[in-house]
């Protein structure tokens, strides 16, 4: 199995248009932090490729692969890309779905059913491209599925968030100024993040008092995974039986995480925030990471210190424009290295 890394920013990528911060202005004087919005592509044999996630940034992801581009020498119309599989309904995952309208095959979508009418409803792109192309919806669950038919490549999902994106919430919207209320998984956040330290904090010990955060994991394991409203995507080879896990968004580390991380020889996890508390000291939210739902790198309750445990290889991405990693000389980077992790480069490829 042949996967090819997009991107590895979050929402916004690095730079983001309307942002001046040290990681935004950084980027812009050095051209080489530059990121994209966090995405893959998975080779499922022969000459087709599925997309993991469609975002803004399409167009230039499409670009930077040959393997993704239509053969000169072939027909010029006919494009490897044979569909997306789709992590969750948030528009830095979606949106880039209408960029393939010119489809002349049609083009497959795998996505859960909340995801699914989401997108389909909610953003009206399954209205606005049936004049354009076909667009054929596959269901995500828990047991897996092959990608298309007699493929060597499955892929199964893991519920990681009850968190619903913000245009299909039936909320009201709140006002200007005023504090969102989170939802019960945003809601469950791990105890405020310390700064980094020398070494990652270790887990809660065994048999400690349940919290919050405990009672949210047990409603996401809970959860079937057809029916998630944000899943991690469990690729594997069928015939070396090699895994990987994609994570970009990850509330909650659920003992169905656990399992599918402890399984894949690489995982690629959320790595949006570094501390709990980034986001309201860089000042664009009220909420922690965790009340964002993004559990932190760093920190109580932070992804690191279960990372540095597991057996496979273990890689961060969908980075914010305020994580320190973003500058690939920050002192983090060496924090991470000594920990047994990095950040995916952008472009590189895993096979497996």
Same mark, same amino acid.
């Given at each position: 199995m042949l996967l090819q890394v997009l991107g590895t920013a979050a929402g916004g990528g690095l730079p983001q248009w309307n942002c001046a911060c040290p990681g935004c202005a950084g980027a812009r004087a050095h051209p080489g932090r530059r990121r994209l919005h966090a995405g893959l592509a998975v080779h499922a044999g022969g000459d087709r490729w599925y997309l993991v996630n469609a975002t803004p940034d399409l167009g230039e992801q499409l670009e930077r692969c040959p393997e993704l581009l239509p053969d000169p020498e072939g027909d010029p119309r006919r494009t490897p890309v044979a569909g997306v599989l789709l992590t969750d309904a948030e528009l830095d995952h979606t949106l880039g779905i209408a960029r393939l309208r010119e489809a002349r095959d049609g083009v497959e979508v795998y996505a859960t059913a909340p995801v699914e009418r989401a997108v389909r409803e909610r953003l009206g792109l399954g209205a606005v491209l049936a004049p354009y192309t076909a667009v054929r919806w596959r269901r995500l669950t828990g047991t897996g599925v092959p990608l298309g038919a007699g493929a060597g490549v499955h892929v199964?999902?893991?519920?990681?968030? =009850?968190?619903?994106?913000?245009?299909? &919430?039936?909320?009201? &919207?709140?006002?200007?100024?005023?504090?969102?209320?989170? +939802?019960?998984?945003? =809601?469950?956040?791990?105890? +405020? @993040? %310390?700064?980094?330290? @020398? =070494?990652?904090?270790?887990?809660?010990?065994? *048999?400690? %008092?349940?919290?919050?955060?405990?009672?949210?994991?047990? +409603?996401?394991?809970?959860?079937?995974?057809?029916?998630?409203? &944000?899943? @991690?995507? !469990?690729?594997?080879?069928? /015939?070396?039986? *090699?895994?990987?896990?994609? /994570?970009?968004?990850?509330?909650?580390?659920?003992? =169905?995480?656990?399992?599918? /991380?402890? #399984?894949?020889?690489?995982?690629?996890?959320?790595?949006?925030?570094? #501390?709990?508390?980034?986001?309201?000291?860089?000042?664009?939210?009220?909420?922690?990471?965790?009340?964002?739902?993004?559990?932190?790198? +760093?920190?109580?309750?932070?992804? @690191?210190?279960?990372?540095?445990?597991?057996?496979?290889? !273990?890689?961060?991405? $969908?980075?914010?424009?305020?994580?320190?990693? *973003? #500058?690939?000389?920050?002192?983090? $980077?060496?924090?991470?290295? %000594?920990? *047994?992790?990095?950040?995916? #480069?952008?472009?590189?490829?895993?096979?497996?």
């Open positions: 199964s999902a893991v519920p990681v968030s =009850a968190k619903r994106p913000r245009y299909a &919430s039936d909320a009201a &919207s709140p006002a200007p100024g005023a504090a969102a209320t989170p +939802t019960a998984a945003e =809601a469950a956040a791990a105890p +405020t @993040a %310390a700064e980094a330290t @020398a =070494a990652p904090p270790a887990p809660a010990a065994t *048999g400690a %008092a349940p919290t919050a955060a405990d009672a949210v994991a047990a +409603t996401v394991d809970a959860t079937p995974a057809s029916d998630a409203w &944000s899943v @991690a995507l !469990c690729l594997r080879d069928t /015939a070396s039986g *090699g895994t990987l896990l994609y /994570a970009p968004a990850l509330a909650v580390w659920s003992d =169905a995480f656990e399992k599918a /991380a402890q #399984d894949a020889d690489v995982v690629l996890v959320d790595g949006t925030f570094w #501390d709990d508390d980034e986001p309201l000291r860089a000042g664009f939210s009220r909420r922690t990471a965790t009340g964002m739902g993004h559990l932190p790198i +760093t920190g109580p309750g932070g992804t @690191a210190a279960r990372l540095a445990r597991l057996p496979g290889r !273990c890689l961060y991405t $969908h980075l914010n424009n305020t994580n320190p990693l *973003g #500058d690939p000389d920050a002192e983090q $980077h060496r924090q991470l290295a %000594a920990w *047994g992790l990095a950040v995916a #480069d952008e472009r590189m490829v895993i096979e497996l």
